[in-house]
């Protein structure tokens, strides 16, 4: 059952029957991630006023300068999920390697690992752009009460409990899933509550908007130019309009809203793209499909990519059925 802009926490105990393993501990854990979304998000909002924008000097796993938003956001997001001892692990863009996360009592009783992309976009805070956090939440493999291993990180998409995101633009919005559909929260600052302003979020099953990176245009795969032309000719309801804003968050995210493709494909300067598997493209695929949207590598289902490496990257199409489709199509040529 849900109410447009009954609050978040209203909303889970409502939908209680939404969350699988129903034994509060998912709830738990969506509810600290919307606690320490609202800690991040009043620090993005006042980014410009304080020293906080400025490189931190150090690089992460991806080689990159660290601003210090990405690494305030992913100590933020670590200390809310152990404190309150509701995952056994942690993996994030921002670390080589995984976290183990011990309760209390030294033990690892929890049964969910969580993987995150704590502030992606990171590269569009000093030029006020919007940016997002995004997570996706696993069962563990490994049994209760034993350290985590790589294996409970390394499940393929189709294990997701859980997945959603945070866009920090014009509104601070959740947006999440945990295999029920879609619904989307918008933080209310004044009053620090998050209300269902977005319930049943759904994919326009086709659309005009197409979201990539032109400048790599020439580094692209045939297919991916033969669609990207195919989307500029004047016929039928073409030409489509081209939208990137350079955040994966905010694209799919307006996308979602007005129908559109989302693309980061290979090139020949990156063989596997750009993107992330386990915690930016895997989260994003579930909740575009469980909104009704399709996401592959061009060729198959993302979800069912088992993956090998915990930064792995892949080529990614996301977005309106019928546009994944038609990319597709002639990706496949
Ligand atoms: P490019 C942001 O750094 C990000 O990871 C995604 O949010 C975004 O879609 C992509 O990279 C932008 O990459 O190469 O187009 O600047």
Same mark, same amino acid.
């Given at each position: 059952?849900? /109410?447009?802009n009954?609050?978040l926490?209203?909303f889970?105990? *409502?939908?209680?029957?939404?969350?699988?393993?129903?034994s509060?501990?998912?709830?738990?854990l969506?509810?600290? %991630?919307?606690?320490?979304?609202?800690?991040?998000?009043h620090?993005?909002?006042? /980014?410009?006023?304080v020293d906080?924008?400025?490189?931190y000097?150090?690089?992460?796993?991806?080689?990159?300068?660290?601003?210090?938003? *990405?690494?305030?956001?992913?100590?933020?997001?670590?200390?809310?999920l152990?404190n309150?001892e509701i995952?056994?692990g942690?993996?994030?863009?921002?670390?080589? *390697?995984?976290?183990?996360?011990?309760?209390?009592n030294?033990?690892?009783?929890?049964?969910?690992?969580?993987l995150?992309?704590?502030?992606?976009?990171?590269?569009? %805070?000093?030029v006020n752009?919007?940016?997002?956090?995004?997570?996706?939440?696993?069962?563990?493999?490994?049994p209760?009460g034993?350290?985590?291993?790589a294996?409970?990180f390394l499940q393929?998409?189709?294990?997701q409990?859980?997945a959603?995101? %945070?866009?920090y633009?014009t509104s601070?919005m959740?947006?999440?899933?945990t295999?029920n559909g879609v619904?989307?929260?918008?933080?209310?600052?004044?009053?620090g509550s998050w209300?269902?302003?977005?319930?049943?979020?759904k994919f326009?099953e086709?659309g005009?908007i197409?979201?990539?990176n032109?400048?790599?245009?020439?580094?692209f795969?045939?297919g991916?130019k033969?669609f990207?032309k195919?989307?500029q000719?004047?016929?039928?309801?073409?030409?489509?309009?081209?939208?990137y804003?350079?955040?994966?968050?905010?694209d799919?995210?307006?996308n979602?809203i007005?129908?559109?493709i989302f693309?980061y494909?290979?090139?020949?300067?990156?063989?596997n793209?750009?993107?992330r598997?386990?915690y930016e493209?895997?989260?994003?695929?579930?909740?575009?499909?469980? /909104?009704?949207?399709k996401?592959s590598?061009?060729?198959k289902?993302i979800?069912d990519?088992?993956?090998?490496?915990?930064?792995?990257r892949t080529?990614f199409?996301?977005?309106s059925?019928?546009?994944v489709?038609?990319?597709?199509?002639?990706m496949?040529r």
């Amino acid at each position: 059952m849900m /109410a447009k802009n009954q609050t978040l926490g209203e909303f889970i105990i *409502d939908n209680q029957a939404d969350f699988p393993y129903s034994s509060g501990e998912l709830s738990r854990l969506i509810n600290s %991630i919307r606690l320490a979304a609202k800690v991040v998000n009043h620090e993005v909002n006042k /980014a410009g006023l304080v020293d906080i924008t400025g490189e931190y000097g150090d690089t992460n796993i991806q080689g990159e300068e660290q601003q210090k938003l *990405d690494v305030y956001a992913n100590n933020k997001f670590i200390q809310t999920l152990t404190n309150r001892e509701i995952v056994c692990g942690i993996a994030s863009e921002e670390n080589e *390697d995984f976290l183990t996360i011990k309760g209390c009592n030294g033990d690892h009783q929890n049964k969910y690992v969580v993987l995150m992309d704590p502030l992606d976009g990171s590269s569009n %805070i000093d030029v006020n752009v919007s940016v997002g956090t995004i997570f996706s939440v696993y069962r563990r493999l490994s049994p209760v009460g034993t350290p985590v291993t790589a294996e409970d990180f390394l499940q393929p998409g189709n294990m997701q409990v859980a997945a959603g995101y %945070i866009i920090y633009g014009t509104s601070t919005m959740l947006v999440y899933t945990t295999g029920n559909g879609v619904n989307g929260f918008t933080l209310n600052p004044a009053l620090g509550s998050w209300y269902l302003s977005h319930p049943n979020m759904k994919f326009p099953e086709n659309g005009k908007i197409y979201s990539t990176n032109e400048g790599n245009y020439i580094h692209f795969p045939q297919g991916v130019k033969d669609f990207i032309k195919y989307c500029q000719e004047e016929k039928e309801d073409r030409p489509y309009t081209s939208r990137y804003i350079g955040s994966m968050v905010s694209d799919i995210h307006r996308n979602m809203i007005k129908g559109g493709i989302f693309m980061y494909p290979e090139s020949s300067r990156a063989r596997n793209g750009k993107l992330r598997l386990l915690y930016e493209c895997n989260p994003m695929a579930f909740i575009t499909e469980q /909104a009704g949207g399709k996401a592959s590598d061009g060729f198959k289902r993302i979800l069912d990519i088992q993956p090998e490496k915990l930064h792995q990257r892949t080529p990614f199409f996301c977005g309106s059925k019928k546009m994944v489709e038609k990319a597709e199509e002639f990706m496949q040529r």
